[in-house]
């Protein structure tokens, strides 16, 4: 089974205005005993409208038109993310409905057709299962890397770095509790979207 960790890093949260500014994935291949990384994909993605961009979510990106100088267009970007997705099993992330819709607006604002994801697994809703009998605190990524003691590969808050700590806070809680099988059609979202 391939599992592709998802991790998106936005230009803000607003779904009509913002768009994403970078993407990591991470797959790895689940055997009965152990998963297994088995490759790792990141992209900076040009923004096109870098004027309607949150000041806020910026600075926590890291972003600089220096540092995207030489960043991957959406359409190139789209490519490797079809190529990822439909090889894989099940994805996997942290709020994943927040990186799903944001990928779907970008095939829409393309003129690509929407994909159709795989069922996936929310480390946030398997977390808030943990928050809610009083095993843990609250449910970010940061809080949960902190009480697991995951150490950061990489600037936290870019797409990779992210998408790699998901992958190991998951391997974590999956052995304090269980996984639930979301889809697109019926998404896990806190935010009530």
């Not at 960043?71 to 799903?100: P, V, W």
Request: hydrophobic letters at 35%.
């Amino acid at each position: 089974m391939i599992i592709t960790v998802i991790d998106t890093e936005t230009t803000g949260l607003d779904l009509l205005n913002h768009e994403i500014i970078e993407i990591g994935i991470v797959q790895a291949r689940i055997d009965p005993t152990r998963i297994v990384r088995t490759c790792r994909w990141e992209a900076k993605i040009k923004p096109r409208y870098i004027e309607r961009a949150s000041p806020v979510a910026l600075k926590i990106n890291g972003y600089s038109e220096e540092k995207w100088q030489d960043a991957m267009s959406q359409e190139h970007a789209i490519a490797d993310i079809k190529s990822y997705i439909r090889t894989s099993n099940l994805l996997l992330g942290q709020n994943l409905i927040f990186d799903l819709r944001f990928i779907n607006k970008m095939f829409n604002d393309n003129g690509e057709k929407l994909l159709k994801f795989p069922d996936y697994h929310d480390t946030k809703l398997m977390a808030e299962q943990l928050v809610y009998e009083g095993k843990l605190k609250r449910s970010s990524l940061d809080y949960l890397c902190e009480h697991y003691k995951i150490r950061n590969r990489g600037r936290p808050h870019t797409a990779l770095a992210d998408a790699s700590r998901t992958l190991d806070v998951y391997k974590r809680l999956l052995k304090e509790t269980n996984a639930v099988n979301l889809s697109s059609n019926k998404p896990y979202d806190p935010y009530g979207v």
